[in-house]
């Protein structure tokens, strides 16, 4: 659906971190394994979140100093 310039806000730099969420999801895998690091395919196989929105929310959560 179409977003009207004049109504559309980027995003506040806020992160959803509810349980269940993917950020909740990869933030919680990251903090149990701090001493390896993953490629996005791993972190796909190992928290079922999905491939397309791996590295999205890893962007997230590096803006919002989290990784």
């Known amino acids: 659906m179409?977003?009207?310039?004049e109504e559309y806000a980027p995003e506040d730099g806020r992160i959803?971190?509810?349980e269940g969420t993917n950020a909740h999801t990869l933030l919680s895998f990251l903090?149990?394994?701090?001493?390896?690091?993953?490629?996005p395919a791993e972190l796909h196989e190992q928290?079922?979140?999905?491939?397309?929105?791996i590295?999205?929310?890893?962007?997230?959560?590096?803006?919002?100093?989290?990784?």
């Open 55 to 67: 590295n999205p929310t890893l962007a997230r959560l590096e803006r919002a100093g989290l990784v």
């Open 16 to 18: 959803d971190l509810a």
């Open 47 to 53: 928290t079922n979140v999905p491939r397309g929105s």
């Open 31 to 39: 903090v149990e394994h701090p001493e390896v690091g993953f490629t």
């Open 2 to 5: 179409p977003i009207d310039f």
